[in-house]
């Protein structure tokens, strides 16, 4: 599988100066399966130049939503193959209160939050909002899927093929205050042994205790994740708007530093717009 990445940021698009290295696209990441099949992991902003490649083929769409808040569903409208005739899109969402049985991705195309109706689009988009794994099965696609510690829920997914693995964790709170719906040893579990782990990693040691309870973890929390369940590659996702590139770099070094100390092989990146990782 090949996984790159068009949407890195957490929040709110942090386009400018300070993040033209990392990039300030919201969440949204690509993964072509070895049989050919195209996901999307949530509907960020980085959405739109993806569309601008995948215009180019005519294949399924498979999109995967973690949730439905505003970072993860934006990109969806400017998302070019939404407007090819009969190309066919599938929507995996497991959202809870949305209105007519749709998804956060048709529904935010409304006439009132944009301009055009998601009724009047000529691609043939289905939702599917349960019965998740079993549908994508069907279609070839190998998921496991675990409910996220977040404010409004969600879900992470864990992919496989050919024996190689990627977890795509975020909006993911490791150690929340309140309810917790995942615990941290479910998560070492449910991450075990895995390739690539893209997790959240927003906030770092002064963000809290402030920030504790808004659903995203630190840094620091997901290092330790990444030890104990032995994965392969650890890739830091979902930057703080507020988070500049330099900020970035210092991040990624000392947690290179963290591993090495550790003596172990695992490497870590801060995920940037155009990483390409070949599992
Ligand atoms: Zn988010
Ligand atoms: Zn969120």
């Not at 969440?27 to 049989?35: K, P």
């Not at 864990?158 to 190689?164: A, P, V, Y």
């Not at 290092?223 to 650890?234: K, S, V």
């Not at 530093?257 to 801060?270: A, I, M, R, S, Y």
């Amino acid at each position: 599988m090949k996984i790159t990445f068009y949407g890195v940021r957490g929040s709110i698009p942090a386009p400018g100066v300070d993040t033209v290295k990392f990039g300030g696209n919201t969440s949204c990441v690509h993964v072509i399966l070895n049989n050919g099949k195209n996901i999307i992991f949530d509907a960020g902003t980085g959405m739109r130049p993806l569309g601008q490649i995948l215009i180019q083929t005519n294949d399924p769409i498979f999109i995967l939503l973690t949730h439905s808040h505003w970072d993860h569903i934006q990109g969806y409208p400017f998302f070019i193959p939404i407007y090819q005739k009969e190309r066919q899109i599938y929507i995996f969402s497991g959202e809870a209160g949305i209105k007519d049985q749709l998804c956060s991705l048709l529904d935010q195309m409304d006439g009132a939050h944009f301009p055009v109706d998601a009724k009047q689009l000529p691609s043939k988009a289905k939702c599917i909002l349960e019965n998740i794994e079993p549908e994508l099965h069907s279609h070839g696609i190998n998921i496991k899927r675990k409910p996220l510690n977040h404010p409004g829920g969600g879900y992470a997914y864990r992919l496989e093929e050919d024996g190689l693995s990627c977890a795509y964790i975020t909006d993911n709170e490791l150690e929340p205050p309140g309810k917790v719906q995942t615990s941290y040893d479910e998560w070492v579990q449910f991450c075990q042994g895995v390739d690539v782990l893209i997790h959240d990693a927003q906030y770092s040691e002064p963000d809290m205790p402030h920030k504790h309870g808004w659903g995203h973890s630190l840094i620091s929390q997901v290092e330790q994740l990444a030890l104990d369940a032995e994965i392969g590659t650890l890739v830091l996702f979902h930057h703080d708007p507020d988070r500049s590139d330099s900020q970035l770099e210092q991040i990624q070094q000392e947690a290179q530093t963290f591993f090495k100390n550790k003596g172990v092989e695992t490497k870590v990146l801060c995920a940037w717009e155009g990483l390409i990782i070949d599992v």
